[in-house]
């Protein structure tokens, strides 16, 4: 199965074809579940990642599974990317903070999301995408909460892990 898993930027770090790349904020600003969610394949899965901060949405490849992970102030980009593939029939799936502050209604051009953390339902959802069916809500169980690395200051570029802490 092919996961694409798309990474959207606010409008100032887009990409325009014909400038170089805003990638700086690719390594400031990580996209930690889609590196979570690769490492969750299976060994058959072909997992592509995109990421809007250093790729316009015409270099999308076709995926039997898209994963969208919509931050705040992303909503509408996220809407106009919903809109495209629920043209193509494409099927799309959107996680993070906003779909779960979404709860019970999401807006109408949203036909899947996940409420939570995407990591407790992917078991489910990979499963799902296998057969063609997908639910219209996921609804994560709480937790897990994980602290991600951040660059720390120092003689050595170390990596500090405290003060930091991620869980929906």
């Not at 502050?101 to 959802?125: A, F, K, M, Q």
Request: proline content about 10%; glycine content about 8%.
């Amino acid at each position: 199965m092919t996961i694409l898993a798309v990474g959207l930027a606010y409008d100032d770090q887009q990409f325009s074809e014909g400038s170089p790349p805003k990638g700086a904020w690719l390594f400031l600003q990580p996209e930690l579940e889609c590196s979570r969610l690769a490492a969750l394949a299976r060994p058959d899965d072909r997992f592509v990642y995109s990421d809007l901060r250093v790729e316009t949405i015409k270099q999308l490849p076709e995926a039997e599974l898209t994963l969208v992970n919509v931050g705040f102030g992303h909503e509408s980009l996220a809407r106009m990317l919903a809109t495209h593939w629920n043209a193509l029939g494409r099927q799309a799936v959107f996680f993070g903070p906003v779909p779960t502050l979404w709860s019970e209604s999401p807006p109408d051009w949203c036909r899947h999301y996940v409420t939570g953390d995407i990591i407790n339902v992917w078991p489910e959802l990979a499963q799902d995408a296998r057969t063609g069916h997908l639910k219209p809500r996921y609804v994560a169980s709480p937790g897990p909460t994980y602290v991600p690395a951040r660059p720390g200051l120092g003689r050595w570029p170390l990596m500090n892990t405290r003060y930091q802490r991620i869980s929906f």
